[in-house]
């Protein structure tokens, strides 16, 4: 089980929080809260597929609220699938609580979504990469990280890509917090960013390490968010060397369309330059580009 680092922030309830009963499950409606979100955002604790904390400072870009490597992976190696799985209908809003795995478009396609930003060093470098081969990708964001860096958000929506929310903290074990915890993490990061952005809408949630429970999904989804999880692990954190990026992408394709990787928490030049290999080759074999199913 991945465990929290020191950098993780604890956030403080500042009003009341009203708990809702929807559909059967509890959901925490929180009226209010202090994100302490003025700075650039917290660094992020990372798990590695062990389930022992990866968090290695030495490996961060050396600017504030730039984090140690780590990837998205749950203990199991999984994205949090197993054991999370729920109704498959939608709710209310039309959105589905399970956790996606499929493109809009299906047949032979992938999906591109890059988590941890956005970073005013190499989200930038791979928007350009992204423009130059026309694939439209889904960013994952900290909520801090958007609030810091609102232009740069306005620049990804204005890219025609979409957006993602990937909680306030980074934390990995918030599948083991409180509801009222769980809900404050996915709906303030929704509202950091979507202000960020201007009032474009955030489409997807992914929980930190696939950290998901039957009662975030339903917070999420309930708020306009589908689910999402992905089929192929890059594990770009780790820096092993583009042509493994490369490779791994190349060998773990047919678990499915979803491909992760990485713009924040770290040096991410390995990242841009996997990118730069595998658009053009995905074309070539004949893939097309979409988004996750929402």
């Not at 809702?20 to 700075?39: E, F, I, K, N, Q």
């Not at 889904?138 to 929310?165: E, S, W, Y």
């Not at 809900?183 to 509202?191: G, I, N």
């Amino acid at each position: 089980m991945a465990r929290l680092t020191a950098h993780t922030r604890r956030i403080v309830m500042a009003a009341a929080t009203a708990v809702v009963l929807t559909g059967g499950v509890a959901a925490a409606v929180v009226l209010g809260s202090d994100t302490s979100a003025d700075g650039p955002g917290p660094a992020l604790a990372h798990s590695s597929s062990t389930g022992k904390s990866d968090d290695k400072p030495g490996h961060a870009s050396g600017k504030p609220g730039s984090s140690g490597s780590g990837d998205d992976s749950a203990p199991d190696g999984s994205d949090g699938s197993a054991g999370a799985t729920g109704p498959a209908s939608p709710g209310a809003t039309g959105i589905s609580e399970t956790i996606d795995h499929t493109t809009e478009s299906g047949g032979k396609s992938v999906s591109i979504t890059i988590d941890d930003g956005p970073s005013p060093v190499w989200t930038p470098k791979m928007l350009a990469v992204l423009k130059q081969y026309d694939v439209k990708a889904t960013f994952c964001m900290i909520g801090p990280q958007a609030k810091a860096n609102p232009d740069l958000v306005k620049q990804i929506v204005a890219a025609g890509h979409r957006l993602c929310d990937h909680t306030v903290s980074h934390d990995e074990a918030m599948n083991k917090k409180p509801v009222a915890y769980q809900s404050s993490e996915v709906l303030d990061a929704q509202k950091m960013i979507e202000d960020a952005a201007g009032g474009a809408k955030v489409q997807y949630f992914r929980a930190p390490g696939g950290a998901f429970t039957p009662d975030n999904r339903h917070i999420a989804a309930s708020h306009g968010m589908r689910p999402l999880g992905w089929n192929v692990d890059t594990k770009d954190w780790k820096q092993p060397g583009t042509a493994t990026i490369v490779k791994t992408v190349k060998q773990e394709l047919k678990n499915g369309p979803i491909v992760l990787f990485h713009d924040g928490g770290g040096e991410r030049a390995q990242t841009v330059a996997a990118l730069k290999e595998l658009l053009p080759w995905l074309a070539e074999q004949g893939y097309t580009f979409s988004f996750p199913a929402v």
